[in-house]
């Protein structure tokens, strides 16, 4: 998965919010992780998928373009693009200016 930030701390000088594209190539995910010190919104912009959640990742939810997402603080999850064609892609917005990131291993999807 490929981020590209536009607001945050180092970029803008933004103290309260980050906000990002995340692309996800055809076939592929991200890690299986949860953000310590922030909620994130999510707006899939384009492409489709799912999102695996809970706290070992066993619910599954598609998504597609023009669906919103709502993550919580520490909250298990894993985008996952299940086109072999086109990125999936996300804008991801947190109220931090700097994430934290808790990759997790053993669970969510190894195969992509």
Not at 14 to 28: D, E, K, Q
Not at 59 to 80: C, L, R, T, W
């Amino acid at each position: 998965m490929n981020r590209l930030a536009g607001v945050s701390e180092l970029l803008t000088g933004s103290t309260g919010i980050h906000m990002a594209i995340a692309t996800v190539p055809p076939g592929r995910c991200s890690t299986a992780h949860y953000h310590v010190n922030c909620e994130s919104a999510i707006y899939v912009l384009s492409g489709h998928g799912v999102f695996l959640s809970g706290s070992d990742l066993e619910k599954d939810e598609q998504i597609s373009a023009g669906d919103f997402i709502f993550v919580p603080p520490d909250a298990n999850h894993q985008p996952v693009n299940t086109s072999q064609t086109e990125n999936l892609v996300l804008i991801v917005a947190r109220n931090a200016p700097v994430e934290v990131v808790v990759d997790l291993e053993g669970i969510g999807r190894q195969d992509c």
